[in-house]
Structures are given as structure tokens and as C-alpha cells.
């Protein structure tokens, strides 16, 4: 399991590291045995070999593993033979192994640390116990020895463990990031990720170039309200940013006499540094379509509301004739069944010039309901005589039963009832072929 992690920064931190170390050893040791020209001589050669190999290796373009296998080895094989040879024995050395452990730690894999691990602790067995150099100074250095061998051990599984969790979080966290830029970079959609100093730490690119701004981190740490151009546009941000909880709104801008419009939606964060996420979308499409669409509606609806009102005159005249002529005395049998059909047929078309008329009323608003007192009995008996022609031929047999408790009279918008039961009537005549 591994990770590329990020390999120069950790190069240049561990050679900071393993220089700041060997200027400390040289200083201590001129302090501490500055009459020693031997000691002070073996001690600067083992610095400047640790920290030519390091710098040599940091320098070499190899992967993150032999990275920190080889530095592992030119930090611990110099170090650990003048403690061993030199010094005669010194207790820094194990806090030295964990060191270059932890350093290990920054190249984020698990295998090359683990092999670090077994080369430094390898050397520390085969020096203590192989060749008989001691790193414990005293007479008990050999248990020494093996105190701090089973030491070192045990931190360095603490290590691996560390460095298996690490790697993991660095990957997630890694993984979450590359989202968010890949999102960032690739949304039409604008989006600001706000402080709670009101400045900006991200901004989508698409909003970078409707701002005119080159890259999008030209615009972190700038004053969130500054990104915008026109005082309209400061104004409003301004008051977005200040409202409490979740956000979602459409709102309008004006540039060069032109109209734009957006859904904006804003989230309110907490605890995490970020004042607010906002996200908002170009919708000016989607607007002008809906305001075409609903003149096109408003326009349809007052065609059929003046066309129902031109085909009302004329049909009219013909249901006024129609009737005049029914009620004429000595008319043909054919004839009078003829007007009959001219008639019914007119209050048929009428009833549905009518329900156009409403359809029209309801979609503009205008449409009312008029009730008042209305006889049972006629509405019925005018419902049943408009629709018993639909039988035709059809082996239909229409039977009519009402209920003994129906009151004589009732209350409500006769007309409307009327279109109700039609429309009922209508259908079942027209749908029902036998029964």
C-alpha cells in the first residue's frame, strides 16, 4: 500500500531535518570534547557522509520507496558505526532509529518503511550482538542492547500503525479534494465557497471567467463582495451572506439593457472556518420560456374567449328559430322531429361553446360560481332530454329512479351542476354500447 504523497516537500524536510541534526551533533560535541581532536574529527566526518548520502539521494529521481530505503541507510550505517567504533555507546542512538523512522513516515508507504525498519534494526543486531559493539554505555550494556532492540521493535510497529492510518486519511482526503477541484473546474454552475471573514477560499472556474478573473486563486482571500462589479450585485451578495440558515432564491440582474436571471441556492456553515457555500445557476433560459409559454397561454385563452363569444351570436339565432318553429302549430311530423334534432344538437354545441368559455375563465382567474335556489325535478328532467338522443340505435335501455328523500329544491350553481351531469350522461351514452 502506497501513496506518491507529496515526495519534495518531504525530500526537503528530511534533508533540513538530517543537516539541522548534524550541525547539533558537531555543536554539542565541541562543547563537550573540544579537546578531543580525534572525536571532533570522526564526529564532523560521520555528519558530512550522513549528510552528503541524503542530499545525494534526495536529489536522485527515484520512486517514494527506494527514496526512503536508501536515505534510511545513509542516515543510520554512518551514524550507528561512530557510535559503535567512537563513542562507546551512546543512548541517543535509539531516540536516533525512531527519528529516521518518523522521517520515513512522510513518504507515505508502508512497505519501504517496513524494510527501512528491518535494515536499521538489522544493523543494530548484527553491530550489538554480531560483532560485539555495544550501544548501552556501562557494565549491563549487553541487556541494554536488548531493552532497547525490543523497544525500538514496539515503536516501530507504533509507526507502521500510525503510518497506515495516515496514508489512509491522506488518501481520502486527497480523493474528497480532487473531487471538489475536478468539480470546481469542470461545473457551469457558479460557485462560492465563503469564509467566515467574508473572503473567498474557492470559487468555480466558470464564475472566475464570468468575473473576467484569469485563474481562480487570484480570487482566494479577497473580500467575497468585491468579486462582483456592480453595486446591484454588492448589495445583493451582501444580503445573502448575511441571512441565517438555508438559502434558495431567484433573483435578477441587468447588464448593457440586458436581463439575466438566476436560481441561487446558499448553505450556512459552522465549526469549520466557511461562513457559507453558495451555488447559483444561469436560468435565463428557462425563464424566458416560462414567460413565452404563459403569453402564449394568455393569448390562446383570449382567442377562445372571443371565438366562443362570436360562434354564441349566431347559434343563438339558430337555437331562437329552432324553438320558434317547434312551437308552431300543424308542422309535418318530419319536420317537427328535424327542428327537434336542429335543436338539440344546437344546445349540445352550445353546452360545449360554453365549456370553452369556462375552460378560458378558470385559466385566466375570472371564473365564478353563481349559486342560488334551483328546482330539482327540472334540472334533472333538462339533463335527460339533452342527452337521451345519444342512445340512438344502440340496444340501450335508460331507466330513471329517483330517491323519495331528494328535496324539491336545493341551493348552488345550477349551470355548473348541469355541465356536471351532461358531462356524466354524455359519456355513459357514448361508452356504453349494450346492456
Same mark, same amino acid.
Given at each position: 500500500m502506497s501513496s506518491t504523497g507529496s515526495p519534495d516537500m518531504a525530500r526537503r524536510l528530511t534533508k533540513t531535518v538530517i543537516i539541522v541534526y548534524a550541525f547539533i551533533k558537531v555543536t554539542l560535541s565541541l562543547l563537550t570534547h573540544s579537546g578531543d581532536t580525534f572525536f571532533m574529527l570522526t564526529r564532523v566526518a560521520a555528519c558530512a557522509v550522513m549528510v552528503t548520502l541524503v542530499i545525494v539521494v534526495t536529489r536522485m529521481s527515484i520512486s517514494n520507496r527506494a527514496t526512503v530505503i536508501l536515505i534510511t541507510l545513509s542516515s543510520v550505517l554512518p551514524e550507528m558505526l561512530w557510535v559503535a567504533l567512537i563513542s562507546n555507546g551512546e543512548w541517543l542512538i535509539y531516540i536516533f532509529l525512531i527519528g529516521c523512522s518518523l522521517l520515513g513516515m512522510l513518504y507515505l508507504d508502508i512497505p519501504g518503511l517496513l524494510i527501512a525498519m528491518l535494515i536499521s534494526c538489522g544493523m543494530l543486531v548484527f553491530l550489538s550482538f554480531g560483532l560485539g559493539y555495544h550501544f548501552g554505555p556501562g557494565d549491563q550494556a549487553f541487556f541494554d542492547d536488548i531493552f532497547g532492540l525490543a523497544g525500538i521493535v514496539l515503536v516501530n510497529l507504533l509507526i507502521i500503525l500510525i503510518c497506515r492510518y495516515s496514508i489512509g486519511a491522506f488518501a481520502q482526503f486527497r480523493r474528497t479534494g480532487q473531487t471538489f477541484d475536478a468539480i470546481l473546474e469542470t461545473t457551469p454552475d457558479f460557485i462560492a465557497v465563503v469564509s467566515d471573514k467574508a473572503k473567498v477560499d474557492f470559487i468555480s472556474r466558470s464564475l472566475a471567467e464570468s468575473l473576467c478573473i484569469k485563474k481562480r486563486e487570484y480570487a482566494e482571500n479577497l473580500p467575497f463582495i468585491d468579486l462582483f462589479p456592480t453595486l446591484e450585485m454588492k448589495r445583493l451578495f451582501s444580503e445573502f451572506i448575511r441571512s441565517d440558515g438555508y438559502l434558495e432564491t431567484t433573483f435578477k440582474t441587468e447588464s448593457a439593457g440586458e436581463a439575466r436571471y438566476f436560481m441561487l441556492r446558499s448553505a450556512k456553515t459552522s465549526g469549520s472556518g466557511i461562513a457559507r457555500v453558495f451555488?447559483? !445557476?444561469?436560468? !435565463?433560459?428557462?425563464?424566458?420560456?416560462?414567460?413565452?409559454?404563459?403569453?402564449?397561454?394568455?393569448?390562446?385563452?383570449?382567442?377562445?374567449?372571443?371565438? %366562443?363569444?362570436?360562434?354564441? !351570436?349566431?347559434?343563438?339565432?339558430?337555437?331562437?328559430? %329552432?324553438?320558434?318553429?317547434?312551437d308552431r302549430e300543424g308542422i309535418m311530423p318530419e319536420t317537427g322531429e328535424a327542428l327537434y334534432k336542429i335543436y338539440s344538437s344546437g344546445h349540445l354545441l352550445m353546452g360545449i361553446i360554453n365549456d370553452i368559455l369556462d375552460l378560458s375563465k378558470i385559466e385566466t382567474g375570472k371564473f365564478e360560481l353563481v349559486p342560488a335556489e334551483y328546482e330539482t325535478a327540472n334540472l334533472i328532467s333538462d339533463s335527460i332530454q339533452l342527452n337521451i338522443m345519444r342512445i340512438g340505435s344502440k340496444p340501450v335501455d335508460f331507466a330513471l329512479s329517483v330517491s323519495e328523500d331528494l328535496p324539491a329544491k336545493l341551493f348552488g350553481d345550477e349551470l355548473r351542476i348541469k355541465q356536471v351531469l351532461n358531462n356524466l350522461l354524455s359519456n355513459a351514452f357514448k361508452y356504453t354500447e349494450s346492456i
Open positions: 451555488e447559483w !445557476t444561469d436560468v !435565463t433560459a428557462l425563464i424566458e420560456a416560462k414567460n413565452a409559454a404563459e403569453e402564449a397561454n394568455r393569448s390562446k385563452s383570449h382567442f377562445l374567449a372571443t371565438m %366562443s363569444h362570436e360562434i354564441r !351570436t349566431p347559434m343563438n339565432a339558430i337555437l331562437g328559430i %329552432s324553438e320558434i318553429e317547434l
